[in-house]
């Protein structure tokens, strides 16, 4: 079945950098758009970035721009999420999400998503 | 940016009951618009997209209608696995925005 599995979260100190990891399984991983999606503890959700099927486009969030870095690599079906400078409000369930229509970049929707990774920034 | 604002925050309802949730953008998004919905210590699952087309495997109680700026999500009679919190995200342009929240409390 589809599936998408993050990893990477943990405790880490406001400034110093982390990397999350998403693999995808059961379908086509190379003609979806992907996306990070988080959100920080009692709170609604925030989109982070998103990444085209073919690593060519990506889109982030002012709040990450700068900071985080969208990437994929189609041969290990993995999406990543580099975190750099982190700050307290960084902390969050960060999720990986599946665009739901294949081989487009004009569809936004998010029809499959991972059970989530939790990033702690705290000195 | 687009500014989504839900409405209520929050509702509580009975087992049976019709419940509407208000989506409303900051400018226009045509229909692109999707509802989710997550329970507690879980990830969120698409109910609908395009403002009115309903995911594949998701019961026909649930529909989506609206487009421009003011968009609903109606459960028709709900049911004790409906009780969960609901989100409105528009996909019009970057940034992607998602509402604040509505959430489905049991009377």
């Known amino acids: 079945q589809v599936q998408l599995v993050e990893s990477g979260g943990g405790v880490v100190q406001p400034g110093r950098s982390l990397s999350l990891s998403c693999a995808a399984s059961g379908f086509t991983f190379s003609s979806y758009a992907m996306y990070w999606v988080r959100q920080a503890p009692d709170k609604g959700l925030e989109w982070v970035a998103v990444?085209?099927?073919?690593?060519?486009?990506?889109h982030y969030a002012d709040s990450v721009k700068g900071r985080f870095t969208i990437s994929r690599d189609n041969s290990k079906d993995t999406v990543y999420l580099q975190m750099n400078s982190l700050r307290t409000e960084d902390t969050a369930v960060f999720y990986c999400?599946?665009?739901?229509?294949?081989?487009?970049?004009?569809?936004?929707?998010?029809?499959?998503w991972g059970k989530g990774t939790t990033v702690t920034v705290s000195s | 940016d687009i500014q989504m604002t839900q409405s209520p925050s929050s509702v509580s309802a009975s087992v049976g009951d019709r419940v509407t949730i208000t989506c409303r953008a900051s400018?226009?998004?045509?229909?692109?618009l999707a509802w989710y919905q997550q329970k507690p210590g879980k990830a969120p699952k698409l109910l609908i997209y395009t403002a009115s087309s309903l995911q594949s495997g998701v019961p026909s109680r649930f529909s989506g209608s609206g487009s421009g700026t003011d968009f609903t999500l109606t459960i028709s009679s709900l049911q004790p696995e409906d009780f969960a919190t609901y989100y409105c995200q528009q996909a019009h342009s970057f940034p992607l925005t998602f509402g604040g929240g509505t959430k489905v409390e049991i009377k």
């Open positions: 999400a599946k665009e739901s229509t294949v081989t487009t970049y004009s569809y936004f929707y998010m029809d499959v």
């Open positions: 400018q226009g998004v045509s229909s692109w």
């Open positions: 990444i085209s099927y073919d690593g060519s486009k990506t």
